[in-house]
């Protein structure tokens, strides 16, 4: 399927480091409004993948589309409606977590505080907003990482392990969140 609803495309992704070939010509069409997962054994280019597509790294042949728009050539419109959540988000932890949010939403363009409040609610993180990050537990750390991912109400998310290092109390929440708080 091609058009207008088709949220990633990559054709032929390839990406190789020196002999070793760590994404071997994947390719995929995730329409909008899909979730979809990459399973795999550690060192089968899940990460790898998902670092290509957010242009962290320049693959070495194939396509990566983002509704439409080419991310080699077009980064600033391809982009513009991701929203990204690396394996393990990195925060300035002596600010708050909502201090965080804001320098997020500045770079990104927005500023609409009160999206801020809603999204910070969203994922469970309201209460500790004035918190430092220092005193977050894993979990929470992972919330807020997927509450950035959330600035500007992105079309697609790009979730790298948002379960990383979480119990399984954890793990459950942010499934549950991602199955029925995003929608």
């Not at 091609?2 to 994947?26: E, M, P, T, Y």
């Not at 409004?33 to 957010?54: D, E």
């Not at 201090?99 to 409040?117: F, H, T």
């Not at 537990?137 to 992105?154: D, E, N, Y």
């Amino acid at each position: 399927m091609s058009g207008d609803h088709v949220a990633l495309h990559l054709d032929n992704l390839c990406k190789s480091f020196g002999r070793i070939l760590a994404v071997d010509h994947l390719s995929l069409e995730i329409q909008a409004g899909q979730m979809v997962g990459f399973l795999g054994p550690n060192g089968a280019g899940k990460s790898t993948s998902l670092y290509m597509i957010s242009r962290l790294i320049r693959p070495s042949g194939g396509i990566i589309r983002i509704f439409g728009s080419d991310v080699w050539k077009d980064y600033k419109k391809a982009i513009h409606h991701v929203g990204i959540m690396s394996e393990m988000p990195s925060f300035y932890k002596y600010l708050s977590g909502r201090k965080n949010m804001e320098l997020i939403a500045r770079l990104r363009g927005y500023s609409d505080q009160r999206q801020i409040d809603e999204i910070l609610e969203k994922v469970g993180l309201f209460k500790r907003r004035k918190d430092k990050v220092a005193t977050y537990s894993q979990g929470m750390k992972q919330r807020l990482g997927l509450g950035m991912a959330l600035v500007g109400k992105p079309k697609l998310l790009i979730l790298d392990e948002p379960t990383n290092g979480l119990d399984p109390e954890g793990t459950w929440e942010i499934l549950h969140f991602l199955r029925e708080k995003i929608k």
